[in-house]
């Protein structure tokens, strides 16, 4: 017997600072033309002061919990689905964001696959709860600020200068019937494994005064030409590939897609995208205004797309992420109460 489980709520937290992409054209010296036009976003969120990682996936989390009614000790487990760049080099956030959001009867653990580690967190909750009679109520929950690690000075990193800062979280509930998680499918390659890295700071470059004078401690690209010949290859195939599994494998066809979570990429890829599986820009939320705040795209895109009304019940929703490494992650969710 297949015991439904759903999404009971959601929480995303956006800082209140933003960059603009007049202020990114200056920085970079790229026109704020191509900024808005071809990478697609006109500013993006920026932390603040107080707005550390797992800090930012507490306040989410607080949210969800908020808004589904939960009480934190309800909760039994904790999945930490931000970045490793969060207040401290080595420490579990997990733990942590369980403690601030009393989650005193939960265990705790991080996971990661760069921006594709929501959807596949989706994915590890559902087998666990499946397998697990213990497990009935997740919460997922995290921050990203890979911001951080841009450097605008260095043009092999400019498809990543949206790069931006945010929270999200989902609490999942076994036997919940509303927005049922469906079936998922992943794709990751290794050959892309080494192509971009922050290279300073693990054991092969340890931080030193003098890979900061290099600027080694932020994100680089070490192969730009070799990585683009090889993923033009490979990413949009595999992009369109995960989305169709997961609705094969959850019983449905391209043609029933009524809404698609989608990261922020370049405005002519995304369109690409809609364009293969028959959607209109309704069908989905262009995140110009947000950039790419990693791994909480999904669920900023989902929190918009019910607010918007673009998503109903009764709807099929696809959430797909794309993350270095090489991944690609998608997963169904049939929205709202069963048919």
Known sequence: MNIPIGIVSTGVYIPEHYQTAAEISAAS????????????????????????????????????????????????????????????????????????????????????QRCGTMVMALKVAKDMMTADPTINTVLLAGGYRNSDFIDYSNPR????????????????????????????????????????????GGTKHPISADAIEQRLNYLDVMDPEGMKQRLEQKSMQNFIRVIERALEKSGYTNADLDYLAIL???????????????????????????????????????????????????????????GIGYAWDSCVIRWGPPL
């Open 29 to 112: 010296g790229i026109p704020q033309e191509i900024i808005e036009t071809k990478m697609g976003f006109t500013r993006k969120p920026i932390p603040g002061p107080e707005d550390h990682t797992c800090q930012m996936g507490i306040w989410a989390a607080e949210r969800a919990l908020a808004k589904g009614n939960i009480n934190p000790a309800e909760i039994d487990l904790v999945i930490y689905i931000g970045e490793e760049h969060k207040e401290y080099p080595l420490w579990t956030a997990g733990i942590k964001l369980q403690e601030a959001v009393g989650a005193v009867n939960a265990w705790a653990f991080d996971v990661q």
């Open 157 to 200: 990193t400019r498809f990543m200068y949206n790069l931006a800062a945010g929270g999200g979280a989902v609490v999942l509930k076994k036997g919940h019937e509303q927005n049922q998680l469906l079936s998922s499918h992943i794709i990751t390659d290794g050959s892309f494994s080494e192509d971009v890295a922050v290279v300073a």
């Open 264 to 322: 922020h990429m370049k405005r002519s890829a995304h369109d690409h995208v809609l364009q293969h599986f028959g959607l209109a820009d309704e069908q989905s939320y262009y995140l110009s205004e947000y950039g790419h705040i990693g791994q909480i795209d999904q669920i900023l895109s989902l929190e918009l797309g019910v607010e918007s009304g673009r998503i109903q019940a009764g709807h099929v929703v696809g959430l797909v992420s794309a």
